[in-house]
């Protein structure tokens, strides 16, 4: 499995970097250009056949865009493989050059490894035994 954090937006480098992949894992934040951002990747994963799994990142900070977002995927036939709570421990982390999975086992650390289980699987499933591009997973951000 090869993990690609791509280029928030839809431009070049994301269509590029799509091209070929076997799962777009989207990490969306609940924000407005957030919900605007995942539309528009996911109307392009769409177009060139990329199956998509959702993940909202910080999603307590605004459950309204939360559930839009949510509601959103589901329209699309977008899995929802997570929600990411805030947690001051991944701030924490990241001073120390940690990952927070490494670092704590709260409410953080166990949503990102719910959604990485939840990511797992449904890459098992989605991309065809033989397949040549099997396991490429092209995360798609807002940041």
Known sequence: MILCDGSPGIGCPVIASLTGTSLALFVVEPTVSGEHDFQRV?????????????????????????????????????AVVGRIPYDRAVTDAQIVHRSVVEMSDGPAARAIRSAWSATQERLRHSVPTGSSNRGFVQIASNR
């Open 42 to 78: 996911a109307q392009l994963a769409s177009q060139l056949g990329v199956p998509g799994i959702l993940v909202v990142n910080k999603a307590d900070l605004n459950l309204a865009v939360t559930f839009r977002l949510e509601e959103l995927a589901r329209q699309r036939g977008i």
